[in-house]
């Protein structure tokens, strides 16, 4: 089955940043592939959840092969799955140090292997990141080491997927979010939070959303980590 709508693949889509980009993806008139360890059933036709550890092989093949089945193509992948935890070094455990590598690292080139290869079939299309500044703006107030290692590397496999690609019709970006109102967060620590950010708030879902769309529609723009943070990478 075809569709003449351009879809877009979205990991870690049952809240949060991941359920407001189907929402948002879906108002662009896109059909939706949305991802998740455990998702709910969809009423709308061209949104399809689909459950399953995008960190296993398995759930990145049967994204693509379900994204291909019911819709025939893959336009966009919006990697958002992630894991975050902020200790101090030495109090990893081997569990958190597996389970990151596997969902940030594994996950992301599990599933966008599989769909860059259809978007290089179709000689066009458009991989975004979720990411984070961490990697060069370290905070000590926010011991996260794990992070830095994980989302740094997607930073930096966004700029080298970004220059191989380049005159090959596939896009690479990334956004680098601050603080953002999710589920993630206990809203008692709010106001903490904000006083990490220049701008003095933490963001929301809808600064994320926005920011992916605008790299969406930017068709020279390729290579890009676009910081939605407050000013955080500006400086303190």
Known sequence: MGTTKKVAVITGASQGIGAALVKAYRARNFAVIANSRSIEPASDPDVLPLAGDIAEPETAERIVAQALHRFGRV????NN???????????????????????????FFHITQRAAGEMLKQGAGHIVQITSGLDVHANSAVPSVLAALT???????????????????????????????TPMHNPATYEQLARMHPVGRIGDVKDITDAVLYLEGADFVTGEILHVDGGQSAGH
């Not at 455990?93 to 940030?104: C, F, S």
């Not at 090959?168 to 956004?175: D, F, K, S």
């Open 75 to 78: 336009d966009t992948l919006v």
């Open 151 to 181: 989302k740094g590397g997607l930073n930096a496999a966004t700029k080298s997927l970004a220059i191989e690609y380049a005159r090959r019709g596939v896009r690479v970006n990334a956004v680098a979010p601050g603080v953002i109102r």
């Open 81 to 107: 799955a992630g894991i975050f935890i902020a200790k101090p070094f030495t109090e990893y455990t081997d569990e958190d140090y597996m389970r990151i590598l596997a969902v940030n690292l594994s996950g």
